[in-house]
């Protein structure tokens, strides 16, 4: 691990801490499930208002696996892109129901078999559920890693493969929990707030920028 990577981590851990937390809301592994294949162009917070009544309607995997498409389609309908996201949801509950049992499974391999399921949210389970080491790029991970010098790749799946190189293996669930949280309040696209960033002085976007703005005068 490099000095600098090792700083940014230092930093993360004294300004957010060490706990798990997962922002959409769920109480076991298939809600996870659901939950994040609503979540994809979609804000947590959306989701979680959507789910709210959702898992009160479909109580089970079976239940989703028996929906009429176009009431899911509905009913999903504020979490945007509803046609694909309903068809996914039918059809990857009703793998859940004939290959594992109605049981989410741990494995990626078995987990992206899923229909409708890919590394990014396969990870989500993984992490969250199972505690099993992993790293989930979603926008705010993409976007931040790259401006921390941490990855140079636009390929979440490239992405990924060069967090796990570059970060401890017991950070990797934790890069995404701290990583969200600073997008959502410092990092922000498109107009971060690197004045006030606990990590500004690690930044090579930062760093870069004034260096730019000090030739310019």
Not at 23 to 41: C, D, G, K, V
Not at 51 to 73: G, H, I, M, W
Not at 93 to 106: A, H, I, Q
Request: proline share 3%; charged share 30%.
């Amino acid at each position: 691990m490099k000095k600098r990577t090792g700083e940014i981590l230092k930093r993360l851990t004294e300004e957010y801490g060490t706990e798990y937390k997962c922002y959409l809301n769920h109480e076991n592994a298939w809600q996870l499930l659901i939950a994040t294949m609503l979540s994809a162009q979609c804000t947590d917070a959306r989701v979680n208002i959507v789910t709210a009544d959702l898992f009160r309607k479909y109580t089970s995997v079976e239940a989703f696996a028996n929906a009429d498409l176009k009431e899911l389609e509905m009913d999903i309908r504020p979490t945007g892109f509803y046609h694909n996201k309903a068809k996914n949801i039918i059809s990857c509950c009703k793998d859940l129901m004939e290959k594992f049992g109605g049981e989410v499974p741990r494995d990626l391999d078995a987990l992206t078999s899923l229909a409708g399921v890919g590394r990014k949210t396969a990870n989500v389970i993984r992490g969250n559920i199972y505690n099993d080491a992993s790293i989930v790029v979603d926008t705010h991970v993409k976007r931040i890693s790259k401006k921390l010098g941490l990855t140079k790749e636009e390929d979440p799946v490239k992405i990924e493969f060069d967090l796990m190189k570059e970060l401890p293996k017991d950070y990797w669930i934790l890069w995404n929990i701290h990583i969200i949280r600073l997008g959502r309040t410092i990092c922000k696209a498109p107009t971060p707030k690197c004045e006030e960033c606990f990590l500004a002085e690690v930044c090579p976007s930062y760093m870069s920028h004034n260096k730019k703005i000090r030739k310019s005068r």
